[in-house]
């Protein structure tokens, strides 16, 4: 088939799926989640051949790499969204007017949601599965790194859908080319939302070039403030939690900011770096603060470029602040507004942080490394949005439907 072609057999899957009540929806999704588990070694085979075309020193090569724990993961987070309500049908709002007409505002499926992603396979389940709950069909675009794991995971999606007699054009993956992805930023009428899950350059990409409707997600340059009331032995085991989990993750820590009257704490609160031989790129005062405390190797000035970065590397940027007001102006210069972090226990600051920062997630005293779906209680997620449209933060089951208008009288007419 040609791209159009497929278009129009995911749309005409969409409309079916109306026809699957939330049941049968939840045991094909424990079905999926079982067959992945089963499946376990042939995905891994195919991973494997898209391993060894990538550089391990690639950041990119971690959100690439499946293990057997990561599938079983994966199966869980399945499982997990099986048993969360429906998220379709729910009465949002009900007026009945003076001239007796009944409103009602209910929640439904978008129809057909386009997701355009770098080399995570993993995200090929999870988006099946909050769509096919939430009934929307889903048209996956992959990229070239990871077209064979995108190819058996869909393989084994596929495998499921047609033993239960479920039409397999409810979730479809294009051809990993330039050309697909093209096709599917114009696919205005087959198309109802696009989400671009990547770098920053994805998403200005998709962003700039699509005919379709677009929510940003991805893109996660966090900080994560030091304050003058801040515990060390907190901050410690948060800064190295958010760094090091896991670094290709965009809520990993990219900068960390400390309070002037702090620096005498910065060795204690970077010693944990060190086992994961993190690069730190100091600023003067910080990088005197850390001399001959951390290693010289590890150990750097930074620069313009430090500041404002995403390194999905175990590489961090560390700042020296006067007070909060500058911490959260460097915040608004050199955020994504995805996630930041004051550590404090004074909780005048921690609500000044929590009322001035301009993101999706704020944390107080937490990892960032929490943004995400499943810590959320979401199930999964099917990206952070870090825009302010429609939905923001992880977005699970609600933030991919929407809404219409049922309106009911008996014969009424406007003058």
């Not at 064979?148 to 479920?166: C, E």
């Amino acid at each position: 088939m040609d791209l159009r072609e497929i278009f129009e057999t995911v749309q005409t899957a969409s409309r079916e799926l109306s026809l699957i009540n939330d049941d049968k929806k939840n045991q094909i999704l424990k079905a999926v989640a079982d067959e992945a588990i089963k499946q376990i070694p042939y995905i891994l085979e195919e991973n494997a051949k898209d391993l060894r075309q990538m550089d391990g020193t690639n950041p990119k090569y971690d959100r690439l790499k499946l293990t057997e724990e990561r599938i079983k993961g994966i199966a869980s987070d399945t499982r997990k969204v099986s048993e969360l309500p429906s998220p379709l049908g729910k009465i949002l709002k009900e007026i009945v007017r003076p001239n007796g007409i009944r409103l009602r505002r209910i929640s439904v499926p978008f129809g057909v949601i386009g997701v355009i992603y770098e080399a995570r396979p993993n995200v090929s389940f999870d988006v099946f599965s909050l769509c096919f709950k939430s009934g929307n069909a889903c048209i996956l675009k992959g990229g070239s790194d990871a077209d064979m794991s995108n190819k058996a995971i869909l393989s084994v999606i596929h495998s499921v859908l047609r033993k239960f007699g479920i039409n397999p054009h409810v979730v479809e993956l294009l051809p990993a080319t330039h050309e697909a992805t093209t096709e599917l930023l114009s696919a205005v009428n087959y198309v109802d939302l696009l989400i671009p899950r990547g770098g920053s350059g994805l998403i200005r990409f998709v962003r700039d070039k699509a005919k379709v409707p677009v929510i940003e997600t991805g893109a996660g340059i966090c900080h994560t403030y030091f304050d003058v009331s801040g515990d060390v032995e907190k901050g410690a085991a948060i800064v190295n939690n958010a760094k090091t989990r896991r670094v290709s993750v965009c809520n990993a820590l990219d900068c960390l900011l400390v309070h002037t009257l702090c620096l005498k704490d910065l060795p204690a609160i970077c010693a944990p770096l060190e086992k994961s031989h993190v690069f730190i790129e100091a600023d003067e005062a910080a990088y005197a603060a850390l001399l001959n405390h951390y290693p010289d190797f590890l150990l750097q000035h930074a620069d313009d470029k430090s500041f404002g970065t995403e390194f999905l590397d175990y590489r961090m940027a560390i700042k020296t602040v006067n007070n909060i007001e500058e911490a959260l102006e460097h915040i608004r210069k050199n955020g994504s507004k995805h996630s930041e972090c004051i550590i404090t226990e004074n909780e005048q600051a921690a609500k000044l942080f929590q009322r001035s920062v301009d993101a999706a997630c704020v944390y107080h005293n937490v990892s960032t490394a929490f943004t995400d779906g499943a810590q959320f209680g979401l199930g999964a997620e099917i990206g952070i949005s870090t825009q302010k449209l429609h939905a923001r933060g992880p977005m699970a089951l609600e933030e991919i439907c929407t809404y219409k208008w049922i309106i009911e009288g008996e014969g009424q007419i406007r003058n």
